[in-house]
């Protein structure tokens, strides 16, 4: 069996703080945005946490951790994914010192990864600014975030310095476009959001990402720091020029954050945009100079393509994770309307590569689906997901051809490898895992873990390093 993957390729699983710790208020935590949104993004926040926001419990990962991480290197994880919680460090966000029990709590993470060699990938922050610094201070539209993340990265990097190499700055940086509470904190509400504040706002996280990698390079020579995107291929739906210029402008809303983090300066097209919506950026003295500091490598999440076109008749209701677009009439969707498209990761590996001509991480990709726990014939609980095997088998695949093609990819980790709580929607019901974990959407379960059938086939993928990933073409 022969294989295209790298020998140091990293492969592992992805998760976030938020989805999957729980213990919302324990050990000092304070609330962050995602405790005020019991429906994800499908419904408005809520003023205080109530009982039907399953996060809040999660899959219970902060007291069961040593449980999980124990799975994960029995699948044979090199990396695992994850997030810290902002509101664990600094409760508030614009406290002077940290809260010694959430340092304390990764500390502990990272000590049980590093014991079965797993490396720990961790994300600064992932859709859960401390709600204290949104309500305050608007979240990302307001300069004084970047002194406030300043300050949490400066702890981060001195405490576990000796135990994580590899961070991302900020998880799918470019979602503050939809989702400007989640994503950003920001509070005034998305309808009423100027474009002025929301990109004055992506202006300072971009900065404050390059501060990131600066303070990072200073403090740990050997850590290697990479900004992590949504990406989303976005197709022309017919050769009709217009399309593929209407194409084209939608590739380049999101190409503006790696583009940034990867050269280190704004690219021109967006010039245009900003003064057709009167947009004047205020950068302050150093912020071009800050900005130079370009990151290590791109990290992405993928799990759609979409299509544009410039036809009004031909708009419809295309679905993409958190952006929407036209659906694609060659391609099949999950059960959430998420359009599979294994071809578009390695169009999305050439073009990045290309484009950068930096190493590339896919830190999200999976599928999100309704799983039924049966026993089988051992009498063991177990899901029976060839599905997600079929899914997961496809992209892999792509990867492994766009490795041929001359892409340079760190690793591979595919999210929520053990069920959690979905970003979107909020729901236990949209398990992405190898680990199924017993809760529903309505709150009830044991909380036990049972490994799925994908359990022992991403085993043997990561045993045999990517050679028993079988070529989906054979199959048709
Ligand atoms: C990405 C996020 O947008 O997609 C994750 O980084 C999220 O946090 C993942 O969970 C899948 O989306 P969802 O809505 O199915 O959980």
Known sequence: MTTSFPKDFLWGGAVAANQLEGAYNQDGKGLSVQDVLPKGIAAPRTEEPTSDNLKLVGIDF????????????????????????????????????????????????????????????????????????????????????????????????????????????????????????????????????????????????????????????EMMPEAKIGCMVLSMPTYPLTPNPDDVVKAMHAEQRNDLFADVHARGYYPKYINRYFKENNISIQFEDDDAEILKHTVDFISFSYYVSICETADPDKRNEGKGNLFAGVQNPYLKASEWGWQIDPQGLRVTLNKYYDRYQKPLFIVENGLGAIDELVTDEQGNKTVIDDYRIQYLNDHLFEVGKAIEDGVEVMGYTSWGCIDLVSASTAEMKKRYGFIYVDRNNDGTGSLERYKKKSFDWYKEVIGTNGASLTDPAAKK
């Open 62 to 217: 902060y007291n069961r951790y040593k449980e999980d991480v124990k799975l994960f290197a029995e699948m044979g994880f090199k990396v695992f994914r994850t997030s810290i919680a902002w509101s664990r460090i600094f409760p508030q966000g614009d406290e002077l010192e940290p809260n010694e029990k959430g340092l304390q709590f990764y500390d502990d993470l990272f000590d049980e990864c590093l014991k079965y060699g797993i490396e720990p990938l961790v994300t600064i922050s992932h859709y859960e600014t401390p709600l204290h610094l949104s309500k305050t201070y608007n979240g990302w539209v307001n300069r004084k975030m970047i002194g406030f993340y300043e300050r949490y990265v400066r702890t981060l990097f001195a405490r576990y310095k000796g135990k994580v190499k590899y961070w991302l700055t900020f998880n799918e940086i470019n979602s503050i476009l939809e989702e400007p509470f989640m994503s950003g904190g920001i509070f005034t509400p998305k309808e009423q959001l100027s474009k002025q504040d929301l990109y004055q706002a992506i202006h300072h996280e971009l900065v404050a990402s390059a501060l990131a990698v600066k303070i990072g390079h």
